[in-house]
């Protein structure tokens, strides 16, 4: 690959997929200190400091996967933190104080899973916390007193998949998943009144509806629905008046709202956050535009305010583009002045990176299918090989902005195509409801029509297509290399489920309240079991003849260990050449960057020697 006399350099997969330098900052109550991600002996922990003064240091010591979820208590004093061992999503909470470093668990319960619920600035010392004690698909609700460590229980749970609470912490919301498909949003006056339905939907509704909290003054819901709308649109209920129908604060025709932006402790929405080609800020509160305008101005690519502190005068904001690292600022509203903190990757800013280009095309049904395309810098654009990279989910979608694998990929030499087949979210309720039993069926079908849009522009050479995904995207590899055997020269395939009948009846018990969701979006075991074994990967493994590269976290409880070992026993049988990575101190994903770096290496060689593509010369460390 070459820029008119010049090679573009090769990226390090050691920068691409080892630790960042600082990620996922988080702004204190007090606007005086930031806490955030960043390696400590070589594993990510959480670092404080003042983010004026710059003295971080390191307040957590995890010493396997890192530290990945954290928060700031409001009470000024406690970061918490979620931590499960090797993947297995039990998660159990910890607390520390960075003045004095002194760290205590606080859900010491060996098999069962932390939630973090409910954080409120009106009870700075309290976190709301759900626990599976009682039965390990329920969690009920807890309030934890951080300076003791006592739990109290604030709500059993009767069937529902998530709770709602007001500015006090008091469980005043539920939402529960219907048997036939929708759910309820329940809501109560104090939690000894009885429960209420204010908000029901149906199941071509279920997944773009989704409540947000109630108000300061606890007399409105506020949530995103697509009730009576094509899109998820931010509404109002008030609870006072169940006759009253929804108002609605902002929609857009075409696209969901996917974020709401609240005054501090005021809860009053005063921004909306709607993710079109790519993010974009609709600001509903006229006092915030000129601070927005500000923001935009300052530099390139989308923003997302991360956090603000109590007093809202600075916020915590992001700047994220395809051909950058993440940029992270404080903006001081009173000064009107943005101060950069980091960059999540600074090694990258020496490499030329790819544009992450929207596309779209017509599926064979007349369906408008969008994604995105990264192309080899410097390279002609013409006949490419193509590596099809499938999302996860599969009810997310592919976002613009920088990511690791695209750009990866597009350095190496390949076409990378990330398609938001139908099933993605983002996009309203048809759209997303258009991949309902459609697992290795219609879903399957926008990957192949997206790579013949790609050949028939002369983009991409048919000869020279992989595809690669993890979790749904591993099981669209495998589904594209054993149902369409002419279609790719080879598969990577992650934490991928091979047989859609045992996946389907072994998902976690933690999903217990959802699992009707899924026999109606995948199919049900017991109606639908012909249906499940025909989309499954397995029954047609005979007709796979390209190599497999198959990887997989042995503590994965979302994708059982097993979905990899029967694919790869018939590959085996079968002789069809393939690779078989299985990592014994991951879960569902590979967190570790030595396993990371382990499997992208692997991936590379595999990638090249089947498309021809480009790769490090030195090996990465098993």
């Known amino acids: 690959m070459t820029d008119g006399q010049h090679e573009v350099p090769l990226i390090p997969r050691e920068v691409l997929f080892g630790n960042p330098a600082r990620m996922s900052p988080a702004l204190s109550a007090d606007g005086e200190r930031i806490a955030f991600l960043a390696p400590h002996e070589g594993v990510l922990n959480v670092w404080v400091g003042s983010w004026r003064k710059g003295d971080h240091r390191p307040v957590t010591d995890d010493r396997g996967r890192g530290v990945r979820t954290f928060a700031w208590a409001h009470d000024g004093r406690h970061l918490l933190w979620l931590q499960d061992q090797d993947g297995d999503e039990n998660t159990r909470l910890y607390a520390v104080d960075p003045a004095d470093g002194v760290t205590r668990e606080l859900t010491r319960f060996p098999g069962v899973q932390t939630r973090i619920c409910g954080l409120s600035r009106e009870v700075p010392g309290t976190v709301l916390v759900g626990l599976n004690l009682r039965r390990p698909d329920l969690h009920d609700a807890y309030r934890l007193h951080l300076e003791t460590g006592e739990l109290v229980l604030a709500a059993e749970n009767e069937g529902f998949s998530g709770w709602i609470t007001d500015a006090a912490l008091r469980v005043r919301g539920a939402v529960r998943a219907l048997p036939e498909g929708g759910c309820e949003i329940l809501a109560r006056d104090d939690e000894q009144a009885p429960w209420r339905v204010v908000h029901a939907v149906g199941a071509e509704d279920e997944s773009t509806t989704r409540p947000l909290g109630f108000d300061a003054e606890g007399r409105r819901l506020l949530l995103l629905s697509s009730k009576d709308a094509e899109t998820a649109r931010l509404l ?325 260990q097993e979905e990899a070992e029967q694919l790869v026993a018939a590959l085996e049988r079968n002789g069809v050449p393939h690779e078989y990575l299985l990592f014994r101190d991951e879960g569902h994903g590979f967190v570790r960057p030595r396993n990371r770096l382990a499997f992208y290496a692997a991936a590379e060689r595999f990638l090249a020697e089947h498309l021809g593509g480009r790769a490090e010369s030195s090996e990465q460390p098993d």
Not at 237 to 247: H, M, N, Q, Y
Not at 263 to 283: A, L
Not at 327 to 354: I, K, M, N, Q, W
């Open 236 to 560: 109002s209920l008030d609870l006072t008046d169940p006759d009253a129908p929804g108002e609605v604060l902002y929609a857009d025709p075409e696209f969901d709202v996917v974020g709401v932006g609240f005054e501090p402790g005021g809860r009053r929405p005063q921004f909306v956050q709607v993710r079109r080609e790519r993010g974009e800020t609709e600001v509903l509160d006229p006092a915030l535009a000129e601070d927005f305008a500000l923001l935009d101005a300052h530099a390139p690519g989308d923003l997302t305010v991360l956090g603000r502190d109590d007093a809202d005068r600075y916020w915590l904001v992001q700047y994220n583009s395809d051909r950058a690292p993440a940029a992270y600022c404080v903006y001081d509203r009173v000064g009107r002045t943005v101060e950069f903190l980091f960059s999540h990757l600074p090694e990258l800013e020496g490499y030329r990176l790819a544009p992450m280009e929207p596309f779209s095309f017509r599926a064979r049904d007349g369906l408008t299918v969008r994604g995105y395309l990264s192309f080899p810098p410097g390279a002609e654009r013409r006949a490419l090989p193509v590596v099809v990279c499938v999302h996860g989910g599969p009810w997310t979608r592919d976002v613009w902005g920088y990511r690791a694998e695209p750009q990866w990929l597009a350095n190496r030499g390949y076409l990378c195509v990330q398609v938001n087949f139908r099933g993605s979210t983002g996009y309203g309720k048809r759209f997303v409801n258009a991949g309902d039993r459609q697992w290795g069926a219609a879903m399957q079908d926008d990957l192949h029509d997206a790579v013949a849009h790609l050949v028939a522009s002369g983009l991409a050479d048919p000869d020279r297509v992989a595809i690669h995904g993890g979790s749904y995207g591993g099981y669209a590899a495998l589904a594209g290399v054993a149902f369409t055997p002419d279609a790719f020269r080879c598969a990577v395939a992650v934490a991928a489920p091979s047989d859609l009948r045992s996946f389907i009846t072994s998902v976690p018990a933690t999903w217990g309240p959802l699992r009707g969701t899924l026999h109606r979006r995948i199919g049900d075991p017991v109606v639908d079991a012909e249906l499940l074994r025909e989309r499954s990967p397995l029954a047609s493994v005979d007709r796979i003849r390209v190599p497999l590269l198959v990887a997989h976290g042995a503590n994965d409880p979302r994708v059982r």
